[in-house]
């Protein structure tokens, strides 16, 4: 069988049925004559498909400040000098240093009356992840493990959950759920290779009789009592053996993309990031999460996100683009957010504090109407006029998008059955 090049790889890796079953089937009608391989890949890809959906969350690590981002107050003794500037969407204007992103405002909705109760990083962060507060009985699994639960097809190569960027967040882990959906981590200094240790550093045969012998001395080790032990480690590296042999390791090589696509996203680290968050989606990955440290702005806030507002909005806009380009945005959810917001009130260090009265948030794709926002603040940025959207609204309204049941019921080592989100509503307004 010749080898397929990357892009062939990627339309047999977003299917619901097993690679090889795919590819003898298809093989088959070709060798009919019928029509050549590639035609009968292009013409049953949505049909074996498993719902295509996907999500890309984009993490403000640190919590970002509303009022210099997507709910300035220009003018207003808590404003402080951050204007305001017009966007593509009639009425709506944001923070200046996001111009592309306001480019793509039709495409994008705005919660600006996100709120929680938690106000420390670790607790916040966890919620934002799982929807539940930090329990010392049972570690939840994050919202990505969960979706990737349900829609994600286990036998793929690549890995169902990629988060990319350095220091994990709090939550974001696969908890109760198990090692197959586990996120598979790359470093912020990784992004555009292959990562480290990915590859057999001898000939697949070998590698393949090393496999053999791993199995019968861990089939030893399994009939002397040790068989969750040996089962979770196969997981593991059955995993791990998939991906090392296969092509698909492509995905993750920047150097496939041209230097103007490149360009638009930006050469940062979290530019680079997004890109290969859409290359991830595009090859079948359910779940990615992009992380972007560096929002705890307890001083010199301007100037701070001034200069993280320069490596994510080419990012965020590229990314909106690129997905639509591709045919990818209306089944791929993208979700800008942090922990919490920032203190209306400026402190004498030219900074913001921990504030989690009212943040806000951004979502496009998946079904999103984009041009609006949901919710209003006070003028002075103080609390919440109208349409308050908790972390539970937020989620239940992320599994409408992603025609998830929200109410499903994953059960915990202790036994207790918890389901996907914790109460709350989607929110209508979102999808009309």
């Not at 080419?314 to 209306?330: E, H, M, V, Y």
Request: proline share 5%; net charge neutral.
């Amino acid at each position: 069988m010749t080898e397929f090049s990357w892009h062939e790889n990627v339309a047999l890796n977003r299917q619901s049925v097993s690679r090889r079953r795919f590819l003898y089937g298809a093989s088959a009608i070709a060798a009919a004559g019928a029509v050549n391989f590639r035609d009968v890949m292009s013409v049953q890809a949505d049909e074996l498909r498993k719902q295509g959906r996907a999500m890309i969350l984009l993490f403000m690590q640190g919590g970002p400040s509303q009022f210099e981002t997507f709910d300035p107050k220009p003018g207003t003794e808590n404003g402080g000098p951050t204007t305001a500037i017009s966007t593509a969407a009639s009425g709506i204007q944001i923070a200046e240093g996001w111009e592309k992103t306001a480019q793509q405002m039709k495409d994008i909705a705005i919660i600006r009356s996100m709120t929680t109760k938690e106000g420390e990083h670790l607790r916040a962060a966890y919620q934002m992840h799982t929807g539940y507060i930090p329990s010392g009985s049972v570690k939840h699994p994050s919202l990505g493990s969960c979706i990737a639960k349900e829609l994600a097809v286990t036998d793929r190569e690549l890995p169902s959950v990629v988060t990319i960027g350095d220091r994990g967040a709090n939550g974001s882990g696969a908890g109760f759920l198990g090692v197959d959906y586990e996120p598979f981590q790359i470093s912020g200094r990784n992004v555009g290779t292959v990562p480290d240790n990915v590859g057999p550093i001898v000939g697949e045969k070998r590698f393949t009789r090393r496999q053999g012998l791993l199995d019968k001395l861990e089939g030893e080790f399994a009939a002397r009592g040790g068989e969750t032990v040996v089962n979770n480690h196969r997981r593991i590296y059955d995993k791990s053996a998939k991906l090392v042999l296969s092509p698909m390791t492509k995905t993750f090589d920047l150097s496939l993309e041209t230097a103007e696509t490149k360009e638009r996203y930006g050469n940062s680290e979290f530019g680079k990031g997004c890109l290969l968050a859409r290359r991830l989606v595009e090859a079948g990955v359910t779940f990615v999460e992009v992380r972007l440290n560096g929002w705890d702005s307890h001083k010199d806030v301007f100037d701070g996100v001034k200069g993280l507002a320069s490596k994510c909005d080419p990012a965020l806009s590229a990314l909106i683009t690129d997905l639509k380009d591709r045919g990818l945005f209306d089944k791929t959810l993208i979700m800008w957010t942090g922990e919490f917001g920032r203190t209306p009130k400026i402190n004498p260090n030219t900074g913001r504090d921990h504030w989690p009265r009212n943040f806000n948030t951004l979502l496009a794709g998946g079904g999103i109407q984009g041009g609006q926002v949901i919710g209003e603040t006070a003028k002075d940025g103080m609390g919440i006029v109208n349409d308050p959207v908790n972390i539970p609204d937020l989620f239940s309204t992320i599994c409408t998008s992603l025609e998830v049941n929200p109410a499903k019921e994953n059960m915990s080592p202790i036994g207790r059955p918890l389901k996907i989100v914790d109460g709350g509503q989607p929110v209508a307004k979102l999808f009309s």
